[in-house]
């Protein structure tokens, strides 16, 4: 073994339940590499990190570090081998300030918390990262969140950084920071393996790019080899590139019934003044930068959230003037919210697939039901599952046992079981391999050709461009600017967006 | 007692007519710059309406009533004093309001002498139309300002306008309706007359018995004059838009109070036919300008729009100049051999746009 390896695998396997999610994997890791994992959800990227960084144990196979066979039974003890990990769903505690969770598992006998934050201000401000450490991890955004834990990995000198999905929540503008700072760690001789999506960032980052399918290894080649073409058909086995963002819209949609109007909306301090409508048969794309409202503006609409109560401004549906305190009645008026945070407020993950989806019909029913039937569920379940193509073991099969896509799929049938009018995805392609980002555009077009009224968030600027009839720019709490497909440009969505 | 409780309730919490809410443009009223696309055909002092008798335009530029052929202006009469509305009857007479204390009837555009003349009771008239039963149709806008001081109309929250029915035949005058907030534009079809309510930001349907009834509530704009559209249905100006600083102004009586005793009517936070001409304005900085850039979508101090309706009063689509245009301040719109004529008072411009191209690419 060269000593230029830092960390390798061979024929690496994991079985779960008799399944594998990796098959016979061999991976090396280069010291001061940039190495880019990517392939399909269910490829077996995330078990691949996961058994690097300790969560998980090979079922066979060898793992070595520095040369040397070892097999991390934590991430205590992949952490002590100089192994982090920067979970896509952050791994924080969201009750504790930033300095805490910097420096959680590092506490002393006596620990002055007032030198627990003067330390972590330094070393935050070392990394230039704005994230005060004396604020909740709770109340900080997904972009900060992220920074906390990347700081947290670099705070713990790690030899090898490993990110699963890290630009996912980010902003074009904190994404190329994101770069940089990659670009410093492997400076320092950090190696890195990251996980993405966005294979436009695994090309101008990566020095080396693994593609990952079915749980086996396809390739491992220099990412200068690879274009994107290229690497979509090792991912998914066929040429899917021009059925993604490439093609530009032609035609829109004609706009139906005026089937909401948000008027005015505020919620401190996130949302002010918003206002905008959203029409039936209609794809109302939403894109801004993180922290423009748009989230928390459609939250209030389904009644997950609530707007101020003073000159809080008003929502109707249908004309009618709604007020939704709690998610139920919109549910019942016919609203849905399909969560950008599917792994908190999506589904229940030890529950089953039929499960998950029968507790979305249930919400239909403003008094709850008495009589439960599981023959109803079963059929419920099953029935979406088959619409949907969810790729699963069983029906009975528990929803954490899913890759991201089939995940996602879970959490739309919920709500498409409820039939609403007015449907609100919010980032539905995050974290969702290329494969089932086509079925779910696909399932997103269908609703808007059904004459549904259909919103979708999205932060990613060729997705909105690619389903949208309409694009609305939200900027600091507001929508500034509305676009028709037709004449939308991304330069001219980038400019309202931050200007 | 109920409907006083409900409004401090309002008030309190900001709900209802006490609400700070502004509609947005979308749907049919989606922003575009249809109206900085349109040709110019004549700049002017001071153009305020247009009327057609079929075959030309008649404009009144302060006190000259000209007509355009061709795009040519000729000079076809000069009164003493500022028209402030102009409308072609039936039978081929023009009506002519005089600083809207006046409306003087025409047998014909050149006609000498005018053979009837309503001036009793009138302060404000701002726009007229022929009905179809020989009378003339008026809307007085304010029984307390003259029709150059809107601004304080709306800033008083004043509810003086009326709509009247002007008989040449008889020299009778009929209040039709009143109490409106701003009556600025009717058009009479059939047994109603098409109302704008620049106030309240609709335009009404005014039944010959008095009764009214909404036909296209919360507009983002404050509508005016009205005319008729080839196929059915109208045109519909509006001189400004809306904005949450102004709503909010008139919400605070006392600040605009002050404001009208201190402050130069210029500079005053309320909306304007022109805008941007001078650092003492009351919208400045990065809310109208990045980098040098003024936003088309910062929050208007004025506005150029146009709405095509359909015969129900519902918009089909519409044409804009956004805060970065200039053709601000529309105040009339009428076709004449499938272009459509505007007024852009603000700049003091007259605008062309064919309307086939329009019909064509909003699918009406």
Redesign the interface.
């Known amino acids: 073994m060269s000593d230029d390896i830092v960390l390798s695998l061979s024929k690496a396997t994991k079985l779960y339940a008799g399944v594998p999610a990796i098959d016979g994997v061999d991976f090396d890791l280069r010291r001061g590499e940039i190495h880019a994992l990517v392939g399909e959800n269910g490829a077996g990227k995330s078990t691949l990190t996961k058994v690097m960084a300790g969560v998980v144990t090979l079922t066979s196979g060898t793992m070595r570090v520095d040369g040397v066979p070892i097999s991390p039974q934590s991430p205590l003890e992949a952490r002590h081998l100089g192994i982090a990990m920067v979970f896509q769903e952050n791994s924080l505690v969201p009750t504790m300030t930033v300095a805490q969770n910097l420096f959680l598992g590092q506490e002393r006998f006596y620990n002055r918390l007032r030198g627990i934050y003067i330390a972590a201000q330094q070393f935050l401000q070392s990394l230039n990262f704005d994230v005060t450490p004396t604020a909740t991890v709770g109340a900080l955004g997904a972009a900060k969140k992220q920074m906390v834990e990347i700081a947290r990995a670099v705070l713990h000198k790690a030899k090898v950084i490993i990110f699963d999905e890290p630009t996912a929540s980010l902003t074009p503008e904190e994404k190329k920071y994101f770069f940089d700072l990659v670009r410093d760690l492997q400076k320092r001789g950090v190696s890195i393996v990251f996980i993405s999506h966005a294979l436009e960032e695994a090309l101008a980052l990566a020095d080396r790019i693994t593609v990952l399918r079915d749980g086996k290894k396809v390739v491992t080649d220099d990412a200068s080899k690879f274009d994107r073409a290229r690497i979509v058909q090792a991912m998914v086995g066929r040429d899917l590139s021009h059925t993604l963002y490439g093609v530009r819209k032609t035609t829109v949609r004609?706009?139906g019934s005026?089937v909401l109007?948000v008027?005015?909306l505020k919620m401190a301090p996130m949302v002010k003044?918003n206002?905008?409508?959203v029409?039936a048969g209609q794809i109302t794309g939403v894109f801004g930068l993180v922290g423009a409202g748009r989230t928390e503006t459609f939250k209030i609409v389904s009644g997950v959230l609530k707007r101020d109560?003073?000159?809080?401004?008003?929502i109707f549906l249908h004309d009618k003037p709604v007020r939704f305190r709690v998610p139920a009645p919109a549910v019942t008026a016919g609203v849905a919210y399909v969560t950008e945070d599917r792994k908190v407020e999506g589904f229940f993950e030890t529950a089953s697939i039929a499960r998950n989806i029968y507790l979305g019909l249930l919400a239909k029913f403003p008094g709850g039901r008495t009589l439960l039937s599981r023959k109803e569920a079963n059929a419920v379940g099953s029935d979406w599952v088959k619409a949907l193509n969810v790729r699963a073991i069983g029906d009975e099969a528990k929803v954490v046992e899913l890759s991201g896509g089939n995940q996602q799929k879970v959490v739309i049938a919920k709500s498409l079981v409820q039939d609403p009018e007015l449907i609100i995805f919010d980032e539905p392609t995050r974290g969702v391999d290329v494969g089932a980002i086509v079925e779910i555009h696909e399932l997103i077009n269908r609703l808007a050709d059904e004459g549904k009224a259909v919103v979708v968030i999205s932060s990613y600027l060729p997705e909105i461009m690619a389903l949208s009839d309409?694009i609305l720019v939200s900027r600091q709490g507001k929508?500034?600017?509305?676009f028709?497909a037709l004449e939308a440009t991304e330069e001219k969505i980038m400019y309202?967006a931050i200007? | 007692m109920i409907g006083a409780i409900q409004e401090f309730a309002n008030r309190?919490?900001?709900?209802g007519d006490a609400?700070?809410?502004?509609?947005?443009?979308?749907?049919a009223l989606?922003?575009n710059q249809k109206l900085e696309e349109a040709e110019t055909i004549l700049e002017c002092a001071a153009p305020e309406d247009l009327a057609t008798d079929g075959r030309s335009i008649y404009l009144a530029d302060g006190p000259r009533l000209l007509r355009l052929d061709r795009d040519q202006a000729t000079e076809v009469r000069r009164f003493d004093r500022p028209i402030s509305a102009l409308a072609f009857l039936a039978d081929g007479g023009l009506a002519a309001a005089l600083t809207g204390k006046e409306v003087q009837v025409f047998s014909e555009p050149s006609a000498p002498k005018p053979h009837a003349v309503f001036s009793t009771g009138l302060n404000a008239v701002n726009a007229l139309a022929p009905a179809l039963d020989g009378t003339l149709v008026a809307t007085d806008g304010s029984a307390a300002y003259g029709v150059e001081d809107w601004a304080r109309d709306l800033l008083e929250s004043r509810r003086t306008g009326r709509l009247l029915s002007l008989d040449p035949a008889t020299g009778a005058t009929t209040t039709l309706a009143s109490g409106l907030g701003f009556a600025f534009g009717a058009r009479a079809t059939g047994d109603e007359v098409l109302v704008s309510e620049s106030w309240k930001h609709r335009l009404i349907a005014v039944a010959r018995d008095g009764s009214t009834r909404i036909t296209l509530p919360h507009l983002p704009v404050y509508p005016s004059r009205l005319s008729p559209a080839t196929g059915g249905g109208h045109w519909l100006t509006a001189f400004v838009a809306r904005s949450?600083l102004v709503e909010f102004v008139l919400r605070e009586p006392a600040y605009r109070k002050r404001m009208m005793a201190e402050i130069d009517p210029q500079y005053w936070i309320a909306p304007r036919l022109r805008s941007g001409l001078s650092f003492k304005e009351p919208l400045q900085g990065a809310h109208i300008k990045?980098?040098g850039?003024v936003?088309?979508?910062a929050p208007p101090r004025s506005y150029g729009l146009v709405i095509r309706l359909d015969a129900s009063g519902a918009p089909l689509y519409s044409l804009h100049s956004r805060v970065d245009g200039t053709n601000h301040g529309v105040v009339a719109a009428v076709e004449r051999d499938g272009d459509l004529i505007m007024i852009a008072k603000g700049p003091g411009r007259i605008l062309k746009l064919p309307i086939a191209p329009l019909d064509r690419e909003f699918?009406a």
């Open positions: 004609k706009a005026r109007v008027q005015n003044n206002s905008l409508s029409f109560f003073f000159y809080g401004g008003e309409r929508v500034v600017e509305e028709s309202a200007h | 309190l919490l900001g709900r609400a700070i809410a502004v509609p947005t443009f979308d749907g989606k922003s949450l990045t980098m850039v936003k088309p979508w699918g």
